[in-house]
């Protein structure tokens, strides 16, 4: 049996807008991920199959490897990549329409860009669902729980505590799944609590093909992505004094390589494969801005944020960023060397602890 996590007054308020409300739109964060792309559209799914005229909005477009997710040829993009002005009337008439808004996946209206002024300017009930640290108070009804791995997983407790589960499809149950694999590194972090794979038998029980779902999200790659990969790796630097390795990606590189947006997601996390290494950053040169689109990774509890906050950014303990505009790669590279000297103690004692960690999960 599941834990009941989420208060019974949400989730019989939530029910009681079922009963009432005709028209609702789903919203995901700006940039959508796995997870975002995952909860919407099972969301959709749960109030299409509840009678409900259900719309999912993004801010933007979501990455190729989401596409084949069921429902997603119905979702409108606020901006896609032709900026045509028909698509940005259509979300502000379904926003304007809407009785219910639904917002999954994020914690705070800026978090969707011109959308969430489209949000804000509406009379709708708003439901947020979410599981990012520190939500803001801009809905009537917010779940949120930092300590679950995905919106997914929160969404599959919301379903089942609104007597869901049986009648759940294959669809709504691989959309779920998804972004709970997503969002864990297919379950290789934030996801040591057994009632995570609890939930995941139950999705299978539904009959979606994990492996398939794997293969779809992870083994989409074009050639030139994998040729790119390589080619930045073999420019690596590693500092072992620091702990860190440091992946760079230059405008030259990326037209001599045939570079596409996105084309470099997820390189940042690719030397925490080496051993010893706790912290990571990856420097882009921007194509389209005359600035260094800079991210950071770490294990353990090395503060990623602390170390983006001396460049103007910001982020999470394990995951920042930040943009340097007007200095070259080089520099970016070598302020970034010059910072690590200033947390050169924090870095040996988070490496320290680091190898403390037990395998064995302590109950906290
Ligand atoms: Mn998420």
Known sequence: MLK??????????????IEKYEKFVIIGHTSPDGDAVGSCMAFYHFLTFKGKKAQVVMPNVFPDFLKWLPGTETVAFYRNASRSPKNVERVEQVIREAEVI????????SRIDEVGELVQQSDAKILLLD??????????????????SSTCELLFRLLSDLGHYEDMTTA???????GMMTDTGGFTYNSTRGDIFYIV??????GINKDVIYRKVNNNFTSARLQLQGAVLSR????????TAILTLSKELQQKLNYHRGDSEGFVNLPLGIKDVIFTCFLREDTERNEIKVSFRSIGNFPCQEVAKTFGGGGHLNAA????????LKQARQEVITVLEQFK???EEAYRAEQRVSYLLRKS
Do not use: V
């Not at 996590?5 to 009681?16: G, K, L, T, V």
């Not at 917002?103 to 209206?109: A, H, R």
């Not at 599981?131 to 679950?148: G, N, V």
């Not at 960023?321 to 070259?328: K, S």
């Open 131 to 148: 599981h990012h640290l520190h939500p803001a108070d801009f809905a009537d009804i917010t779940i949120s729980f930092p300590e679950q």
């Open 321 to 328: 960023g930040a943009e340097r505009p007007g200095i070259t």
């Open 236 to 243: 690596m630097t590693y500092l072992p004094a620091y702990h």
């Open 102 to 109: 639904c917002c999954l996946d994020f914690n705070e209206l």
């Open 172 to 178: 709504e149950a691989a959309c779920l799944y998804t």
């Open 345 to 347: 103690e924090q870095l």
């Open 4 to 17: 009941q996590m989420i208060d019974p007054q949400s989730i019989s308020e939530f029910a009681s807008w």
């Open 201 to 206: 038998s139950l999705l299978l029980d539904k």
